[in-house]
């Protein structure tokens, strides 16, 4: 099942919307077959196991990461290969809560005579699809704010100046978190003081599919400029529901509901999670990232710590907390502590607020 879930892994930035799933065929300790699914539309990971294994599929014992799917999507149903392969056993990480599966897998392989246990290395299944979970559980992506701070917690020059304050090293493995995510969600403050690009850029042999880029303009003040409008990743603008539109735009728009200026962001991330989004990476300011905590929809924080001072009249890591009172103050746990070039990175999880288990790291 570890072996499995490795190869699970591999589908991380190509696989959204779908889950990664890993399959492994053996005998005893004999491995005769393996696969893991890459792309939406592309073989699942156990016909791909049972091609290789051929003849050798019959009588092995199947070890997948998450219940074989029973229903015909992009594909056919999994369960039907491992039956007609004659697989005398399946060992399933987890139960898949998509309502087309949710037991039925199991139910039609254990119909079929095959025996199933389910359970083996489930934290581990689910850390690895939390976004995934997430959006079938919870009805919303998985969020994670990541910043950029120096020691005394400042994310911006007075000015907004904040390049750089993290060293090239940490650029480049944000395009790595990038990578992993079905979105990345800025807002137009950003877009207009930074021009992020807000694409994963990884070396060339790496396949990606680059994340939807989403700018949070409810006045639509950023859609005639920007490289975020520029290369192969596609851009949604979502702005208030009576802005006028200019004419003859041609960029994808959605509206969403503003209170007190700023888009609702529980309706953004509905409306992300109806268009099939697992994990939303936030790469914006203090007062977008402020927002995302206050309304308590941060499910991990990714800070970028440099070795440097930015002083007192520098920019908060978020703004618009209103905390009076040492009881009112968010506590977090950290969980991952790394060197990153000269910066350290942390990965933090709100305390008090269910939370999937943090991703696997990349090595």
Not at 245 to 258: F, M, N
């Amino acid at each position: 099942m570890a072996h499995a879930l490795r190869l699970a892994a591999r589908g991380a930035y190509t696989t959204k919307p779908n889950p990664m799933v890993g399959c492994v065929l053996a005998h005893g300790e004999r491995v005769v077959g393996s696969g893991f699914h890459a792309r939406a539309g592309q073989p699942h990971a156990e016909p791909l196991a049972l091609a290789q294994a051929g003849d050798a599929a019959r009588g092995a014992t199947a070890y997948v990461t998450l219940e074989p799917c029973a229903h015909t999507g992009r594909t056919g149903p999994c369960v039907d290969a491992l039956i007609g392969a004659g697989v005398a056993r399946v060992v399933a990480a987890m139960r898949d809560p998509f309502r087309h599966v949710d037991g039925a897998g199991f139910e039609r392989l254990r119909a079929a005579g095959i025996e199933v246990a389910v359970g083996l290395m489930e934290a581990q299944a689910r850390a690895l699809n939390r976004g995934f979970l997430s959006r079938i559980e919870r009805g919303r992506p998985f969020v994670t704010v990541k910043l950029a701070t120096s020691l005394d917690g400042r994310s911006a020059m007075a000015s907004g100046d904040s390049k750089w304050i993290s060293g090239e090293q940490s650029r480049h493995d944000v395009h790595r978190l990038r990578a992993r995510s079905g979105a990345i969600v800025t807002g137009a403050g950003t877009v207009l003081a930074d021009d992020p690009q807000l694409s994963a850029r990884l070396p060339a042999d790496v396949e990606v599919v680059q994340p939807l880029r989403v700018v949070l303009d409810p006045g639509l003040a950023t859609v005639a400029r920007g490289r975020v409008r520029e290369g192969e990743a596609p851009t949604l603008y979502i702005h208030a529901p009576n802005t006028k539109v200019p004419r003859g735009l041609k960029a994808e728009l959605a509206h969403a509901p503003v209170r007190a200026g700023m888009v609702d962001l529980h309706a953004v991330l509905q409306l992300l999670a109806a268009r099939e989004v697992n994990d939303v990476l936030v790469e914006t300011g203090a007062t977008l990232a402020g927002a995302f905590m206050a309304e308590h929809l941060v499910d991990e924080l990714v800070l970028y710590v440099a070795p440097v001072l930015l002083g007192a009249q520098a920019r908060p890591l978020f703004g618009g907390l209103h905390i009076e009172a040492m009881a009112e103050r968010y506590e977090l746990e950290l969980v991952d502590t790394r060197s990153v070039g000269d910066d350290l990175r942390l990965t933090l999880l709100p305390r008090g607020v269910p939370t999937p288990a943090p991703a696997p790291a990349d090595s």
